[in-house]
């Protein structure tokens, strides 16, 4: 998860040296392009499965979910601090929640209620309405998270039916193809340079996801959780030493507050899975 952090947080330097110049949907289309040379190893075994219409459908919906995540992302990024991006990325898991509640019929205990209060009060201590500009980037922030919360949604009815690697390759052909028009509306030629730096983008962004599963596959997210607070920390020293952003406090305990929030609801989950997995002490453990 260390790793993992300082992978993202590179994507996250890159797309900020990047610049305004390429419009947000073309950048995160190249990046995707340029990523597909990563999963060519998959696309045989892609190309065998025999995929149910009702799966096709939600591969679909999750495309276009993390199409307009993506370039939303791009678009915040480029506009608002590295800070105040990655503070406001921890809201994801949240909505997550909430959503399993309104549309998986999750229970939501009190627990997870407040936690998930004290996220959302994270996130306007961050934004702090009316004691700070609020300027498109963080509009599109607050809307990515949401977007990407819908997104992780589908991904949990996905896993369900069909493989991660597939889950994975997938996610990339839909979310290429749904950005392509984006792009063609308002292209413009990238030089060399962009190119490089987008290809950078998805070299970082595909170890960082592979890297992350196998702290997933190492560890509970009790433990894996706690660490992305180390992305945060990262964020504001990255902003304040190489682009002279000012260190925020509150963008730091608002962050500190959702991270903190996430970190409970991790715990409670995986608390849960082991209730329900592990017999009682009586029980045989076959």
Known sequence: ????????????????????????PEAA??????????LLPFLKSLIRIRMERDTFLLFCA??????IGVALWFFGMARIPIAD??????MAPVYVTLGAAVFLGEKLAL???????????????????????????????????????????????????????????????????????LAAMNWVTPTLYELGILFCVATLATGGHYTMTLAFRA???????????????????????????PIDPWVIFGGMLIVGAVSFISWREAKLKRR????????PKV
């Open 111 to 181: 627990r997870r209620v407040l936690a998930v209060l004290a996220a959302l009060l994270g996130a306007l201590i961050i934004l702090r309405p009316g004691f700070r500009e609020i300027g498109p980037g963080h509009i599109a922030m607050v809307f990515t998270a949401l977007v990407f919360g819908a997104s992780y949604l589908l991904t949990k009815l996905l896993t369900d039916r069909t493989s991660p690697g597939v889950v994975v390759t997938m996610l990339s052909l839909t979310v290429t193809v749904g950005l392509a028009p």
């Open 62 to 67: 999750r495309g276009a979910a993390h199409t």
């Open 276 to 283: 329900a997995i592990t017999p009682a002490v009586p029980e």
């Open 1 to 24: 998860m260390v790793v993992t952090g300082l992978q993202f947080i590179g994507v996250t330097a890159l797309v900020k040296m990047l610049g305004t110049r390429i419009p947000a």
């Open 85 to 90: 991006v990655t503070a406001l990325n921890y």
């Open 29 to 38: 289309f190249l990046r995707y392009v340029l990523g597909l040379v990563f």
């Open 219 to 245: 560890a509970p997210l009790a433990v894996t959780q706690p660490v992305a607070f180390l992305q945060l920390v990262w964020a504001v020293l990255l902003g304040a030493v190489f682009f002279a952003e």
